[in-house]
């Protein structure tokens, strides 16, 4: 499964927000949120980028897909420098990524129906109605809903529904890389095991690199192979799920397993 | 024992947006929490766990409507649509909310926090209501530095912490606390656990806790009561719930946790809590039961119970495990 | 289409209260009264300034069954004039209204999603019109261009579109930070597919409220513009004028002698401006449920 290409590569990123008081945003003042990141993800993986509130892992996520140019380093996506180039490229480049937002109940237009809010990312691919109906109909049965909710508005759904709305449109560009935003963090428990076993079941059909970003390090073993952990905006472990669990690098990452596991009423037999 | 909390047959809803239909959050409860027990209410959202609570703690809005009876340490506090907290809310019962950073007055210090808090319950002046606060700040683990600081000075674990202190500092006899970890970190959740654990073991008092997080229910809990569309459906000691669940609700929540370095197969039930307004005349989990048969449909289940006080209301509990 | 059944879900939601029902029911009488004004009134020439060949005789004559409400100094029927005013005061302020609402949505919608130097720029240029009162305007206008209808409408248009662009901006500013409009922008749709699909649909009903509650200012202010004899000219069928008019010739014995010319159009301004509110506050509280009263007062 692991065929070595990079589709996504961060060197040496430096990222933050512009802080913007009155005309002191025409000179440069940073709030430095991610520091000196060095990232790569080869095609096929299933990544998680793990972290607390505060962590810098959603400045990261809006690093990936083009929404946040860093203040220094490189991103590349598919060999390419994606804030080298003006936006309309950057798009092109962009719609190779599935992006599934956070909020469920935030993320879908409350006065849009389903069939035109999934429909939304083929449109500028220029493609006939007749084909975009068909295509919207063949992810909506792939993420187990019925048919019926096309003609329904965001308000008529539960939250499990909204978030396989969200996969369903994220999924409908035939997307080669999924980004999931906390995917389950607004869920019930229930519905949480749906979302985790309707999203292996996607990797294992479609075999997308699949990249979490998650504070829940239990969630994320399931959804991923590989950890990448972030405190204060430096990434302070990586490697693969087995080896972070038995045998963590970083005392910080310690704690966070130890701090899981008081919590839990059953530790591993 | 004697029972700290007894509620029997609870029902409490709310008008709809036309103001036409109620919408039952809670279907008729019945429970009984012994004095100092620390119960845990598992469910997910919309059960109607926390407006449950909120009855508890007597902050219902004054629009909420009721049916049936709660009593508080043999006071009634809820008698059909009459309800009467004098005496019992901020004395008997505190409340540890949801959110500690909207819970806090932003132009208030801590010290006027711990004021306005025991002036009210105890009628204390400024300089005695100063010890008090010191005196159970140090108790939460932090120092006397707090006092003077506003609520945004404070971090989210440390503004938790406050509020527990406030909540103990009235010397009330039960805590109701609303999802007291889900806005908190996971490394912070642990020790704000085993700070509520321990304090509550010290002081006597009986916990109530609320959440949707049957994990950490578990750890720290003598009994779970699960939830579902309002209903009861499960109560009992914990160890016998968690190693012995006999609802397939419960059961199913058990199966579907991921939990880290166990990496086993999630096994979830298709489908989603009902949303119904009209009264249920029948097994609420029916829609979602891998074990229905034809009474289900016919019948809501009776609450039963065996020698261990283990309360089921499933007709088919003898199957589930 | 999904926006009618929508917005016909929010009317007949609101139905049930009895303010909205009489805000409605006023409005709807002022809106049919503006239209078929010319023919209810006994004496529509005079109505629109003709004066009367026999104005000598009947010039102030208290409220009668021939004048029910009286007539002015100018020997005019005051029903008439006070009827086809109601035509005047709807133009005035739907056209006010719309005209700024549009200006102004499209301006504060573009500052509010093309940030940086357009956004910078469009907000001081809107607080700018915010800064200018439409009386000095008017001023303005009134000797430059002279007097008539286009001047009341044009004076109260270059204030009021700032307000609404404030409004839109500050709703648009909590829509494009949300979640869909970012989707939207990175399946790569154009700003021209983004801003009218994702941004003015979400905050469109917030400003239709507000337009719909300002209505009521809007007629005030023109009426006010039209008192001092800023706007319309003399004899225009226009409650403002009506009352400058009465005013002008009478003085303060207006009041005392013969009341009736400025107690009618008085009226008529207030009924009008209390329609107007009546409807858009039940519907504000929709808009907002933290208005939303539970407890019920005696409407």
Known sequence: MNSGVEVIKLRNVTAGYKTTLGFKSIFKHYQVVLRNINLSITRGEKVAIIGESGSGKSTLLKVIIGLLKPIKGDVLIYDKQIYKLPWRERVKIIRKIGYVPQDPYKALNPLLKIRQILAEPLEASGLDDKTIEQRVREVVRFVGLQREILDATPDELSGGMRQRVLIARALIADPEILILDEPTSALDVSIQAQIINLLNDIYNKLGTTMITVTHDLAVAQYLADRAIILKEGTIVDEGSFDQILSNPRSEYTRKLILSYYVTTFKTVE | ?321 | MLLPTYYSRIIYRNLKKTRFKIGVGISTIIVVLAIIAPLIAPYPDEGYGYIPADAGERKLVPPSIEHIFGTDALGRDLFSRVIIGTRTAVIQAVSVIFISLIIGMLIGVCAAYFKGIIEITLNYFIELFMAIPSIVIALFLRLTIGQGLHVVIASLVITWWAWYARISYVYAKSVVELEYVVLAKLSGLSALKIIPRHVIRNIFQALTVQAISDLGSALLEASAINFMGLGLPSGFPEWGVILYEAITERGIEAFLRSPWLVVFPGILILVTTLGFSLVADPLREDLDPRLRRRWKLWF
């Open chain 2, 1 to 321: 024992m004697v029972l700290a909390i007894r509620a029997e047959n609870l029902k409490i809803g709310y008008l709809d947006e036309e103001e036409e239909q109620v919408v039952w959050a809670t279907r008729g409860v019945d429970l009984n929490v012994e004095e100092g027990e620390s119960f845990c209410l598992v469910g997910e959202s919309g059960c109607g766990k926390s407006t449950l609570a909120s009855a508890i703690a007597g902050i219902l809005p004054p629009h909420a409507l009721t049916m049936g009876k709660l009593y508080i340490f043999d006071q009634l506090v809820i008698d059909d649509s009459k309800r009467n907290y004098n005496g019992i809310r901020g004395k008997i019962v505190g409340l540890i909310p949801q959110n500690p950073g909207t819970s806090l007055n932003p132009f208030l210090t801590i010290e006027d926090h711990f004021y306005y808090v025991l002036k009210d319950s105890k009628n204390m002046n400024k300089s005695e209501s100063r010890k008090i606060a010191h005196e159970y700040l140090l108790k939460v683990g932090l120092n006397k530095d707090v006092l003077e600081k506003y609520p945004h000075e404070l971090s989210g674990g440390m503004q938790q912490r406050v509020l527990i202190a406030i909540a103990l500092a009235s010397n009330v006899k039960i805590v109701v606390a609303d999802e007291p970890t889900s806005s908190i970190d996971a490394n912070l959740r642990a020790q704000i656990l085993n700070l509520v654990n321990s304090l509550v073991k010290e002081f006597k008092v009986t916990l109530f806790i609320v959440t949707h997080d049957l994990a950490s229910a578990g750890k720290i809990c003598d009994k779970i009561a699960v939830m579902y569309a309002g209903r009861i459906v499960e109560m009992g000691p914990t160890s016998i719930i968690t190693n012995k669940p006999r609802h397939p609700y419960t059961k199913m929540l058990f199966e579907s946790i991921p939990i880290l370095g166990w990496k086993r197969a999630l096994n979830p039930l298709p489908g989603e809590p009902p949303n119904v307004i009209e009264e249920i005349t029948w097994c609420s989990f029916r829609e979602r039961c891998p074990l229905k048969i034809e009474i289900c449909n016919k019948e809501p289940p009776l609450m039963l119970t065996d020698e261990n006080l283990h309360f089921t209301r499933c007709w088919r509990f003898k199957e589930v495990s």
